[in-house]
């Protein structure tokens, strides 16, 4: 796999008459949407105010907010599609195959919702699926597949109003692992102990029933971050091995965002908690700023340096 730096030169030698087209439409594309979105909250705003100047019930108000925050919401979307897919085949698929020439890349589609499933990073199955920049191939022999993934809950309240909320948003990765094991492994952020503290954190984790039973580990920093639940001791103890928690630590470092993981039979399923589609470009940011640009570099070279940096295409793992 190519190095950071290559793809960043790749990024702004190659690709920037590209680049630079797109910021033209981009700039264009944000005046318009502006305008037209200004408009839009210009009349909602007199529709506010003659409802609070007649004194109807604060209902017809909430409304009018719902209904702007819908329509602007609907219009960027529809406004930005075009340019998003035209960025995505003129910049990410190429950046792609630049790290790994071998790679497919599918802007549309994401894994199916059965893996994420699978994973049982969460104790329900979400009510609603989405997900886009679905990428798959081969590192060292190792098949890598990871996509944008949304994952939400659908809640009613009293008045029978639906609304939904985030179980997970970010990137989700399915790759395969170097051993077939018999039980399942789960790998969490440790929010618990993170807000409760040590203590407090521990009585949670340990008396959490939707859980299989608590596996403490050996490494006080990987226990701080992580919290581990499993079918079998000594078998998650076999895969999270001293130097292999090491690597899944310096990993998190890396992404700078909540880590999930899930073994299972010879699959490991891997959770980067992002709250955003990592590879959907703003109409309001400059592609052309350094920053902006790292964010696709960094993202796409971490998630495709994932079997080197956890070294899953070497047989470190002899058989039980």
């Not at 033209?24 to 037209?36: A, G, V």
């Not at 549309?108 to 499933?117: A, Q, W």
Request: charged residues 25%; hydrophobic residues 40%; positive net charge.
């Amino acid at each position: 796999m190519k190095t950071k730096s290559a793809i960043t030169d790749f990024y702004y030698k190659t690709l920037y008459p590209d680049l630079k087209d797109l910021e033209d439409k981009r700039k264009q594309l944000k005046q318009k949407i502006l305008s037209i979105g200004g408009f839009i909250v210009l009349i909602a705003s007199f529709i506010a105010f003659y409802i609070v100047n007649q004194r109807l019930p604060v209902d017809f108000l909430l409304f009018d907010i719902f209904a702007t925050v819908v329509l602007v919401s609907i219009l960027y979307k529809k406004m930005t599609k075009n340019y998003a897919l035209e960025f995505k085949e003129l910049i990410i698929a190429p950046l792609i195959n630049e790290i790994e020439s071998d790679f497919e890349y599918q802007p549309y589609k994401y894994i199916s919702p059965e893996y994420f499933h699978r994973a049982k990073f969460f104790t329900s199955h979400p009510d609603r699926t989405s997900g886009n920049d679905y990428v798959t191939g081969k590192i060292d022999g190792i098949e890598v597949t990871f996509c944008d993934f949304h994952a939400e809950k659908k809640h009613k309240d009293s008045k029978g109003r639906t609304s939904w909320s985030t179980m997970f948003q970010g990137l989700f990765v399915v790759t395969e692992f170097p051993k077939k094991f018999h039980s399942s492994t789960i790998v969490l952020p440790d929010f618990a102990q993170n807000i409760f503290g040590d203590f407090i954190g521990s009585l949670l984790q340990e008396n959490n029933f939707s859980r299989k039973q608590l596996i403490k580990m050996d490494s006080p920093e990987f226990e701080k971050n992580f919290v581990v639940y499993g079918d079998d001791q000594v078998e998650a103890r076999y895969i999270l091995t001293p130097a292999f928690m090491q690597r899944i630590l310096n990993f998190k470092k890396r992404s700078q965002a909540p880590l999930y993981l899930s073994f299972r039979g010879n699959i490991m399923y891997m959770g980067i908690s992002y709250n955003k589609d990592m590879f959907e470009p703003s109409v309001f940011r400059s592609l052309l700023e350094y920053k902006i640009a790292m964010e696709y570099v960094d993202t796409l070279h971490l998630v495709m340096g994932l079997v080197d940096d956890l070294k899953l295409n070497q047989k470190l793992w002899s058989k039980l």
